[in-house]
């Protein structure tokens, strides 16, 4: 049996022994929990059982786990700087035992763990030979992240998230634009420039599995929205961003029209 509630109970608790002060922790606590709001809604619109959608509202829960002793021992968010958020989740969670203070049943264990740590992988990466169960678990927690992480972009402190309150010397690279335009695909390690990390974000539009994200995106104006929030120095940039939130919107008013069909 999963009690959301106490699990809720336990994240509070667990998130006590970090700086709640520090504007980092503070992101991370408010983008978890709109997390598993958004995954507990997506499982309602798929109408699943009473069971995947507590699963789905508990994994929201704990996708980003990691990101506070990520933030602890190296002070950023960026993988590539340290060790991967997934990563660290999953050893804290079932190395250490954590997990048994969010649910007391093991019987979901593994779905939450494959969860987990394909969260945050390029598509091409994620875990393959999955069971039907495992694979919608993965899928659902990815766009419920995704959903978000694109709303914290469009809203949140720019410093908090980009370590940086102006982005606007920054460059979009040339492999970074090519995968985008030519793939609709970014692969994570290419990326150089936090310029690079914000085109991967609008990269996610082409990896969602369901209409929930796409339509709260859309009819919530987030990538225009984003989209407002730089003015690139760089000539070739400002282009290059442009062209490809072009891309992104023609897209996503395309699936969301598909979808209402």
């Known amino acids: 049996m999963i009690d959301i509630t106490k699990a809720k109970k336990a ?11 520090n504007p980092k922790i503070k992101l991370k606590i408010a983008h978890i929990e709109r997390t598993s709001e958004i995954a507990r809604k997506i499982a309602e619109s ?5 069971e ?4 789905a509202e508990l994994i929201g829960l704990l996708h980003d786990i990691g990101r506070f002793e990520q933030v ?4 950023t968010f960026v993988d590539q700087l340290s060790e991967n958020h997934a ?8 190395r ?19 969860a987990i740590i394909n969260h945050n992988k390029d598509k091409k990466d994620i875990t393959k030979n999955t069971s039907e169960k495992e694979n919608l678990h993965i899928k659902l927690i990815r766009d419920s992240d995704k959903t978000d992480i694109i709303y914290t972009m469009t809203f949140e402190d720019k410093k908090a998230i980009w370590e940086s309150e102006n982005l606007d010397n920054e460059k979009i690279s040339d492999e970074i634009y090519r995968e985008f335009v030519e793939e609709h695909n970014i692969i994570y390690k290419n990326r150089k420039t936090h310029a ?24 919530n104006k987030y990538y ?21 939130y072009n891309i992104t919107n023609n897209y996503i008013k395309e699936r969301v029209k598909e979808s209402n069909d």
């Open 196 to 219: 690079d990390i914000l085109v991967s974000h609008f990269a996610y539009v082409f990896d969602f599995n369901y209409d929930y994200g796409l339509s709260h995106i859309y009819n």
């Open 224 to 244: 225009e929205k984003l989209y407002k929030r730089f003015n690139f120095k760089d000539e070739e940039t400002r282009k290059r961003f442009k062209e490809i």
């Open 52 to 55: 995947d959608v507590k699963l």
């Open 11 to 21: 994240f509070k608790k667990y998130v006590e022994k970090y700086d709640i002060n």
């Open 87 to 94: 990563k660290i989740g999953v050893d804290i969670l079932f």
């Open 46 to 50: 798929l109408k699943l059982s009473e």
């Open 72 to 75: 602890k021992r190296y002070g």
């Open 96 to 114: 250490d035992g954590l997990i048994r203070n969010f649910i007391e049943d093991d019987k979901y264990d593994r779905i939450i763990e494959l």
